[in-house]
């Protein structure tokens, strides 16, 4: 492993703990509301799978050449990185509360172009905020150029997706206390598309290359993002039309409920009309 360099943010980190905290508390604060009128532990089991998946944090950051400033309240130290507790909390909102919303428009039959939108406006939030650290010193990305930008923001467009398409399959299938199962989700959805579109600038950082195959492993990162974008949205789209195919009496994409435990599939939705 190499060692990273050591940065000092311009700014008390407070801020960003302020920040990320008043996010991740309006996260949870909805996943309660929500389980708690739907009698669902499935939303909060995903806010807590999210915290969870923060432990993939100083894997990836090691990968992707990326350090917090040292005068951060720091959460845990795993792979001699500190990571800091605001950046813990920030799974939350993104990780969880988005994939969460992303779900809840895959079951109601939201257009894949409108997804897509959805996901691009997600790398864009993440590369603001990444903005905001980095021109602070709170955190450095110290690879080389262009790789180190694409390190986070890029991925966060097909993360949301993949972790919403997940808790929506796995939603129209679980009931009671198995739904607690699908915690899991973005304990894949985050490290699967972090090693699969993230592999040719993770290889490119560690390696000896010339600044033109850097470029083109830059290409190739927001290529495979783009793909897993697509491919989410297909695969959810597919599974709806799978579940309307089986049920000859199938609501509109407008008058689709959201998504619930007891409303999912178009089976349960048929019998609870009836």
């Known amino acids: 492993m190499s060692a990273p360099p050591v940065t000092t943010s311009k700014v ?6 302020i920040f990320f905290g008043a996010l991740a508390l309006a996260a949870i604060g909805a996943a309660v509301r929500i389980g708690w009128r739907r009698r669902d532990v499935a939303p909060v089991a995903v806010c807590l799978g999210a915290l ?34 605001f950046l813990v ?50 955190w450095t990305y110290y690879g080389t150029a262009p790789l180190k930008y694409l390190g986070v923001a890029p991925m966060m467009a097909p ?21 607690a199962w699908i915690a899991l989700a973005p304990l894949f959805a985050l490290p699967a598309v972090y090693a699969a579109a993230g592999m040719p600038i993770y290889v490119a950082l560690h390696s000896h290359t010339a600044k033109s195959v850097q470029y083109l492993a830059g290409v190739a990162t ?11 949205t297909a695969v959810a789209e597919w599974w709806r039309a799978a579940e309307l195919a089986a049920d000859p009496i199938a609501p509109s994409r407008d008058t689709a409920p959201s998504f619930e435990p007891e409303r999912v599939g178009v089976t349960a939705l048929v019998k609870q009309a009836r």
Not at 222 to 232: D, E, K, N
């Open 222 to 232: 927001i290529a495979f993002c783009a793909a897993i974008v697509y491919a989410g």
């Open 12 to 17: 008390d980190t407070v801020v960003f703990l």
């Open 159 to 179: 993360v949301p997706i993949v972790c919403g398409a997940l808790i929506y399959t796995l939603g129209t299938r679980l009931r009671g206390a198995h739904r």
């Open 89 to 138: 909390l920030g799974y939350v909102p993104w990780v969880a509360g988005l994939s969460w919303a992303i779900a809840e428009l895959m079951a109601r039959g939201c257009s894949r172009t409108r997804l897509h939108w959805i996901a691009l406006g997600s790398f864009v939030s993440v590369a603001a905020v990444e903005t905001a650290g980095t021109s602070l010193h709170s």
């Open 52 to 85: 969870v998946c923060a432990l993939n944090e100083p894997i990836f950051d090691e990968l992707g050449k990326i350090v917090y400033a040292h005068n951060a309240t720091v959460a845990y130290t795993a792979f001699g990185r500190e990571i800091p507790l």
